[in-house]
């Protein structure tokens, strides 16, 4: 069986752990004779997947008990709208704009409330994260809202900001499970799955429970949180088959180690490819240093008009999708949890060969 290194974005690679344990049950779960995706998402046996990994993620992510966790639909992008109608009271929210993701979701919310940019690096092209404190925060705002890493840009927050009393919501759609955080901090975590958690198709919700049951008249049902609260994320039928393989990527992490183990993998793996691009005159990064994600990294060859070359030739040598984003370009390389060692140590090896036959 033939398997490239997946440098997507998104949808990203999965364990291969898991598409072989998916492969194996996937036309008879527990002697069911039914596939997971013909179950009823009313059955005993859906409604242990669904309540497994509600279990197994807040085992990983230590989410305190005043929290709901939902599994909806709609990506993260619908949360863009979500958040502004579950959370809105005087209707007004900071945002810190560190890039396309950010922009969309001040785009977004400005149709129910008022947004206020209080801090941006768009001045540099979106290369690092601006700083946060309570002194620029409207203490009347009804959250704050930061993308703790930015996909196309190679961006990441390293330090949570203090927002006070004010709620601080996430789009934690990048890099949610690559490390340890203090869910605690936050009123809202939300994610799509497509990176680091399962199929597209999912949305990971983590909502504190005083900020459920306040949605505004004009919320639609399946926009409340509370519907998804209430029913246990049953309001309707789920992503079943996306909830299942999120347990079974639950599972395999856990396995590995937990958000310890996985942050130490990342960072080492960052490490191995921010170094040998800082070590080569051939390539650069466009990201500053105390800025990069360890999930996303862009990388560039100034002075010279090979990106395309680049990418053909890596992906004929198993290395899939390092095509830079449009609005930065370059290359980019996803390094997301699935991610083998061994993938990024072939990319560095090709790397070497291509920048030995180009200088």
């Avoid at 004010?166 to 934690?172: H, N, R, T």
């Avoid at 049902?221 to 246990?232: F, K, N, V």
């Avoid at 347990?247 to 996985?262: N, P, R, T, Y």
Wanted: glycine share 6%.
């Amino acid at each position: 069986m033939k398997r490239v290194h997946n440098f997507s974005a998104g949808p990203s690679m999965l364990p291969l752990e898991v598409l072989e344990k998916a492969q194996a049950e996937l036309p008879n779960y527990k002697d069911s004779g039914m596939s997971v995706m013909e179950l009823s998402h009313r059955s005993g046996l859906f409604t242990d997947i669904i309540t497994e990994a509600e279990s197994l993620l807040r085992d990983l992510m230590n989410i305190p008990d005043n929290y709901k966790v939902l599994f909806v639909q709609g990506g993260a992008s619908q949360q863009f709208a979500a958040i502004p109608l579950n959370l809105k009271k005087n209707g007004k929210a900071d945002f810190v704009n560190t890039g396309s993701w950010s922009k969309k979701a001040m785009k977004e919310a400005k149709k129910f409330i008022e947004v206020n940019e209080i801090a941006s690096s768009e001045d540099a092209n979106f290369t690092y994260i601006p700083t946060v404190n309570t002194s620029i925060i409207d203490p009347e705002a009804d959250y704050v809202h930061i993308t703790t890493n930015n996909t196309i840009e190679g961006t990441a927050f390293h330090e949570i900001p203090d927002t006070g009393n004010v709620p601080l919501v996430a789009d934690m759609s990048s890099n949610i499970l690559s490390e340890e955080i203090d869910v605690s901090k936050f009123g809202v975590i939300y994610a799509g799955a497509q990176k680091n958690i399962g199929p597209a198709g999912l949305t990971v919700v983590i909502v504190r429970d005083d900020l459920i049951g306040n949605a505004s008249e004009q919320c639609p049902t399946m926009l409340d949180y509370q519907t998804h609260s209430e029913s246990g994320s049953l309001y309707n039928t789920p992503p079943t088959f996306g909830v299942y393989i999120a347990k079974l990527v639950f599972e395999w992490i856990k396995e590995l180690g937990g958000l310890k183990e996985m942050q130490a993998r990342n960072e080492d793996k960052a490490a191995m490819l921010y170094d040998y691009v800082a070590q080569s005159p051939f390539y650069a990064s466009p990201v500053k240093e105390d800025s990069r994600s360890i999930m996303n990294i862009p990388f560039v060859i100034p002075d010279h008009d090979l990106d395309g070359e680049f990418v053909k030739v890596a992906q004929a040598e198993g290395l899939e999708t390092l095509k830079g984003h449009r609005s930065v370009g370059g290359m980019r390389a996803s390094i997301y949890n699935a991610m083998p060692v061994e993938g990024v140590e072939d990319l560095i090896a090709f790397m070497k060969k291509f920048e030995k036959e180009h200088q």
